[in-house]
């Protein structure tokens, strides 16, 4: 369920230029590589390596046993130098897992979007943030099912009926689904991938397969892709990070200001 707040956001939906951003998606694994070891600062240095505007991460432990206690978002924010916002998914070992974005930019409006989810299955989750004054920035980590994908496809595509007509947005994350899949198929009923002539292998990590991390955007005829690769790591995480650098292209139509209910973080 989408938790709505009265504080106010007021956005522009104007860019006077052009404007690339950086967008960084990585499946963290709670921060434990293939070598069984769990080291933030690994992650964080992956990230520095590709000077991001945004990140998407998923995968991430707050404050339980498993991973010593340790405040994994707060913790990758400081080795990185960003701001963090952490999405709690599901109660875990005392303590937290979720998603979490980081930003270059202060964050000035956040809403923890529940996802529907088939009984037995595991609860998901969809941050979505207002990281700059021109776009809002969501990130996930779907299910490994296609039954909860497709359901997670059509909170997705509520969530958009609810924005402005040609309201500027990237989702990004781990998103458990194949090119050509169901799930991209709906998915792409919306939204633009940053990989659209071929898949961008990122897991698993030492032997890169499948793409099933994606930068999405829209509206189309907003953005421009100027870059998208998969990092060259491959002991961090068990997924390989996947960044893109969209280009986000003035509007058409005059300015424009709205107003959006997400709450301060």
Not at 50 to 66: G, K, Y
Not at 121 to 143: C, M, N, Q, Y
Not at 228 to 248: G, N, Q
């Amino acid at each position: 369920m989408t938790r709505w707040f009265p504080a106010l956001a007021f956005i522009s939906l104007l860019c006077a230029q052009p404007q690339q951003v950086r967008v960084l998606t990585y499946n963290i694994h709670h921060g434990e590589g293939t070598d069984a070891r769990i080291d933030l600062e690994r992650i964080a240095a992956v990230i520095r390596s590709a000077d991001p505007d945004v990140v998407a991460i998923q995968e991430v432990d707050v404050r339980n046993t498993r991973s010593g206690g340790v405040d994994q978002a707060l913790e990758i924010s400081k080795l990185a130098g960003m701001h963090v916002l952490f999405g709690k998914t599901i109660n875990y070992r005392g303590g937290f897992y979720g998603n979490a974005v980081l930003s270059r930019w202060p964050m000035n409006g956040f809403v923890n979007h529940e996802m529907p989810f088939t009984p037995g299955r595991e609860k998901r989750g969809i941050i979505e943030s207002v990281p700059h004054a021109e776009f809002h920035f969501l990130a996930t980590h779907l299910d490994t099912g296609e039954t909860d994908r497709l359901l997670a496809a059509g909170r997705l595509h509520e969530i958009v009926v609810e924005r402005p007509d040609g309201w500027p947005m990237i989702i990004a994350g781990d998103l458990n689904a194949a090119p050509g899949s169901a799930t991209m198929r709906s998915l792409l009923q919306d939204w633009t991938s940053a990989a659209m002539e071929e898949p961008l292998l990122t897991f698993p990590a030492g032997t890169p397969a499948r793409q099933i991390d994606f930068v999405l955007f829209r509206p189309a005829n907003r953005w421009r892709v100027i870059e998208a690769r998969v990092l060259e790591e491959s002991i961090a995480s068990d997924h390989r990070p996947l960044l893109a650098v969209p280009e986000l292209l003035p509007a058409e139509a005059p300015s424009a200001r709205a107003k959006l209910r997400l709450p301060r973080p």
